[in-house]
């Protein structure tokens, strides 16, 4: 197994998109509340399955850190809901430019922010993190996967939430407060627990719906899941 690359999903479906295309035998080993698949090859990495939202994601990747390895770099893959306008649509690749905490603050006459409240999420040498953090080499990813593919890969950022997006008021007011290009219920977690264990943090995710409506029937949520390991693929080949 390469121990350089760790590829963080949330559900076992997910898992299951990424792990079939490997194409090699997997030992799957508990890892906490999560399950991660151990390839019978040098050439293949590991997959961890977290359970969904930021709280099992912390959890089971600071598990996994602490018992099994530290990888030079944790992929963070999955489906996500992408915001209208951006030109972005169902069926097309995002890449994280920044992960944003969505609703950790204060809600009141408007949203306060951690930092409007001046409550730090992480504080780590000199650096202070509220609910942003930036996601340096996300271009170069996005590059390498518009050169390796033939999907459409946008960039942006990428807002975490514990509720999702599903009415049209709270889209415009998330739209406005960050300007998202997409959202999913684990981004932050991962990154903010990749950046206290000063671990290079990549997210490439696949559109399966629009936030703004709860109709779920509109959902490609198996399309977007393969299309997502497809580009995992391309992004940690030499
Ligand atoms: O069945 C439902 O009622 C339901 C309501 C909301 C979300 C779901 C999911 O199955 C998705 C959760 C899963 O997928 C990611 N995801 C996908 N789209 C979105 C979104 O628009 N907003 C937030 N997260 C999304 C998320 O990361 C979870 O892992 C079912």
Redesign the pocket.
């Known amino acids: 197994m390469k121990k350089d690359k760790l590829i963080v999903v ?2 076992p479906l997910e898992a299951e998109f990424v792990v079939q295309g490997f194409k090699c035998d997997f030992e799957k080993v508990k890892v906490a509340s999560g399950v991660a698949f151990f390839p019978k090859s040098d050439e293949k990495h590991a997959v961890l399955t977290t359970g ?1 939202g930021k709280t099992n994601s912390a959890i089971v990747l600071t598990h996994f850190f602490n018992n099994f390895f530290i990888p030079e770099e944790v992929i963070n893959t ?4 992408a915001y209208p306008g951006e030109g972005i649509s169902i069926g097309h690749i995002a890449v994280a430019e920044s992960e944003i905490y969505g609703d950790e603050g204060v809600e009141a006459d408007r949203f306060y922010t951690l930092e409007d409240i001046a409550f730090p999420s992480l504080i780590k040498k000199d650096e202070t993190y509220f609910n942003e953090f930036k996601i340096p080499h996300s271009k170069s990813v996005r590059l390498k996967l518009l050169k390796k593919t033939k999907l459409s890969v946008y960039g942006g950022k990428f807002i975490t ?1 514990s509720t ?3 009415n049209p008021e709270l889209e415009i007011k998330r739209k406005e407060l960050f300007n998202p290009l997409c ?4 981004g932050a977690a991962v990154c903010h627990t990749c950046y206290a264990f000063d671990v290079k943090f990549t997210e490439i995710r696949g559109v ?2 629009f ?1 703004g409506s709860y109709a ?1 029937e509109g959902w490609q949520i198996e399309r977007a899941m393969q299309l997502t390991a497809g580009s995992v693929y391309a992004y940690i080949e030499e």
């Open positions: 949330a559900t969904i999955g489906i996500c809901g939430v999702t997006t599903s959202e999913s219920m684990e399966s719906n936030v779920k």
